[in-house]
C-alpha cells in the first residue's frame, strides 16, 4: 500500500494516477452499499479532528492559492474541501497534499461557476429568457467541462431561489418570478452542470442554492429576513429546490436570510424536516460564506460555539469560509451539546458525494485537458448562439428593428458598448475580460469595417455610470451625421448581483437623458439594455422606437447583439420576470391572486374606486412575464383540448396551432396557464403550467400539442399532501401570461395523493401540417412554394 501511496506522489498525469488510492481503487464503480460499507470503514477508522475537518470548507484567497498557513491543514487531513481555488496545477498540488495524510481522503474543490467558467454565458436570469431548456443545459455542460479541466469538481449553482423583487440585485442569478419555469430551469441546469454522472471529467457536482427563501428578502435588500406562511413557502419557494433533488443534484447550500425567526443555516425544519425527511435527499448540505458565524448577528448564537452547534444539529454539513466546526466540534461532543452521530451523519455525506465524484479513484485532473478545453472555438459558438436567443424584444415600433446592414451611417452611443469589463457581471467565473466581444467590435465586425470613421461611428455619450454630461454634446452631433442610432444604456456590473440591491430600478445617472438627447435629433434609433435586472423604463416604453433588453451577455455578447440588430438572428427571448412600471409596485407578478375587489382587467381602470388598485399607477406591470417581441409575427389558431372533461386520474392534451405570418423565420413559446375557477385553498388567477419554444419558418403553421397530467391541477391540502379538487379550470394558451385564448376543462372527480418523483411521459404526435408559403421571404427562399412541414413532436410532460 505505501509504495502506491508514493507511486501516485510522484504522478501528475491522469494516466499514471489511476492506481494508488486506499479506498475503493480495485471498483472504480462501487455500488451504493458498497459505497456505504467503505464510508463506515472509515469513519470508524477517523479520529474526531479528521471528522470535522471534512466538516470545513477553507476559502483559498483571492488569487486562487491555497493560504500557507492552511497548506499544513490539508497535509494532515483536516481539510474537507476548498473553494476559490483553480487551475490543474495547483489543484493537482492540493490533492498531493490531502494525499500525504493519513486517511488520504481527496479534498472537494468548489467554485462560483455560475454561468460559465472561462466562456461567459449571459446571466441566469438571461439564460433563462431564452426558455430554451436544451440550450440552458447546454450552457451548463459547457461551463462544467472547463471547470473540470482546471480540477474544479463542485459549482455553487443552480441559484433555484423565486424572486419578485427586481431590486434585489441578485435577481441575476435565479430565473425569474415563476415557479414551473423556475423548476424546469433548475432541472436543465443540473443536468447539465453534473450529467448523468458527475464522476466524468467534463462535468461537476451541482448546487442548489439558497436553501430557502432568500428570492423573499425583505424589501428586495440583500441578506434581509424572510417572514412567510408555510403555503407560500411550499407554494412558491420550494418547488424549485424538489425539482433539483427530483434531477438528482449532489448538493444544497443554506441561504443567509433567517426564515420565520430561525435563520436558514440553523434551522431544522428546512434541512432536516423537508430536505432529509420529506425529499430524502442524501447529498451533502454547505453553508453559505460565514453564514453559520453569522447566526450571531442573526441574535441567534450566543457565540461560535453555539452557532456550530445549532448549524450542525440543523443539519448544515459543511461549514464554508468560517471555522467555529473544527474550533468547537470537539468540545460540543464533549458537553453532549453535540452527538457524535450527528458528526458522523455529516462526514458521511460529504464522503458519499466524493465517492460519487470518483474522487478516491483518481482526484487528479490530466494537466492537458485545462488548455485544450478552455475557451473552445466550440464553446464560444455555442456562447454566441444561446446569447442571441435570450434577448427580449421589448418594442419594435413601425419595424425599426433589424437594421439594414447597407445602412448608409450607423452610430453607436454610449460607453457600455465599448467597454469589455462591463460585458461581465458579478460572476465572472474564471473570465479574462479582455478577450470579450463588446457591441461596438461586434457591430464593427458584422458590417466588416475596422474603424469608426466609416459607416460605424462611435461616441462615448458617458461612462458606464454616466454620472455628468459633458460629452453629451458630442454625441449628440454623431447622432446627427448618422441614419440610424443604437443607444446602448443600463446598469454598471456592481449594480447588480449579491449585495447589489438597489430602490431605484431605472436607468441610474443621467442615462435617460443621453437617450432622450439622441432622441431629440430626430434619428430612427433603437435602445439596447444592458442590465442584471427588470428595470423600470417607462419612458422609453412610451417614446423610445425600440428596445432590445441583452442583459449581462458575457464573452459573446457583442456578437449576439449584431446577431439580433442586424437581422441574423431573429430574438426569441421572453421575460422571466415582470418588468414593473415603478417601483411602488414591486412585488409585481403575474400569478398573484385576484381579491375581492379584482379591478376590471380590461379596462385596467384607474378611475374606478373600491378595487384592488393604486391611484397612482396601473395594476399591470410595464412588460408582463413572458413577454417578447419576434422580427416575424405569430398567430395563435385552433386552441383545443381533446377532450373538455377529464377525472382526476386523467391527461388532457391542449393543442394549438402556431402560424408564421410575418417574413421571417422565428421561433415562439407557446405558453399554457391554468387557472382555478374556485377552490378550498384560494388559486392564483393563473399559473404557468407547460411551455414549448418552437421554431416556425416563415408562412408554415406549426401544431403544438401539450400534456397537462391531472397533478398540474392541483395544489397542496393543510397537510401538505397533493389534492385535486373537480371543478372548471380556465386553460390560458398564448405568447405572453396575459394571453387570453382559452378554452375550458372540467375535472368530474377528486383526488388526494402525495406526488412522487413525477415521471415524464413521452406523447408521440402524429399529426402533420400542410402549409401555403406566402408570397415573399426575406431570406431569399422561392416564393409560394408548398411543402409539408416537418412533423413537430411535442413532449411534454407535466411536472410538479
Ligand atoms: C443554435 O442552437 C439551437 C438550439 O439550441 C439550434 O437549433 C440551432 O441550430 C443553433 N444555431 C446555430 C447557428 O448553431
Ligand atoms: C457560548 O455560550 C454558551 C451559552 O451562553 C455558553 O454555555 C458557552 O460556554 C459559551 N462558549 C464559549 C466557547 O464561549
Ligand atoms: C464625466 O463623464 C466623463 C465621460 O463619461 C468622464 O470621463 C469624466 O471623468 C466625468 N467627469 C466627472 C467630473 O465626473
Ligand atoms: C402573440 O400572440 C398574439 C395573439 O395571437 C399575436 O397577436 C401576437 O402577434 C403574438 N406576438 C408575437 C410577438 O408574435
Ligand atoms: C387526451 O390526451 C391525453 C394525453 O395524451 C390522453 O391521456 C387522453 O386519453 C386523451 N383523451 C381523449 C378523450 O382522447
Ligand atoms: C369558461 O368558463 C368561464 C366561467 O368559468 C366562462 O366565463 C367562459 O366564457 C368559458 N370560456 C369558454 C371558452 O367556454
Redesign the pocket.
Known sequence: MRSLIYLTLSCTLLSTCVFGYPHGQKNPKLSPAEIEEEISRLINDMILPEKLGQLQQLAGDWYGEVGPSDIPLVKQGLVGSILNVHGAARTNQIQRWALESRQKIPVLIGFDVIHGFRTLFPIPLGETASWDLEAVEQAAAIAAAEARSVGIHWTFAPMVDVMRDPRWGRVMEGSGEDVFLGSEMAKARVRGFQGGDYSAHDRVLACAKHFAAYGAAEAGRDYNGVDMSERRLREIYLPPFKAAVDAGVGSFMTAFNDLNGVPATGNKFLLTKVLRDEWKFDGLVVSDWDAVLELINHQYATNQSEAAMYALNAGTDMEMASRTYVTHGEQLIRSGKVSIETVNTAVRNILRIKYRMGLFDNPFIDENLESATLFKQEFLDAARNITARTFVLLKNQGNILPISKSIGKLAVIG?LAADKFETTDHWPGDVQWQDSVTMLQGIMTKLGVTDTNGQVTYA?G??TY???T??FDRAEQVARQADFVVVVVGEPREYSGEAGSMTNIGLPGYHLDLVKRIHSTGKPYAVVLVNGRPMTIEWLAENAPAILVTWRSGSMGGHAVADVLFGDVNPSGKLPMSFPRNVGQIPVHYDHKNTGRPIDKASGSLTERYRSKYIDSLNSPQYPFGYGLSYTRFAFENLQLNTTSITAEQSVQVGVSVRNTGQRDGEEVVQVYVRDVAASITRPVRQLKAFKKVKVAVGQTVRIELILKPEDLGFLDDNWQWKIEPGVFEIYVGNNSDTTMQANLTVTTAASEVIGTSTATAVPVTSSTTVNIGESSTHGAASSIQFSVPLIAIFLLLVF
Open positions: 460607453g462615448e458617458c461612462d454616466c454620472r455628468n459633458s460629452v
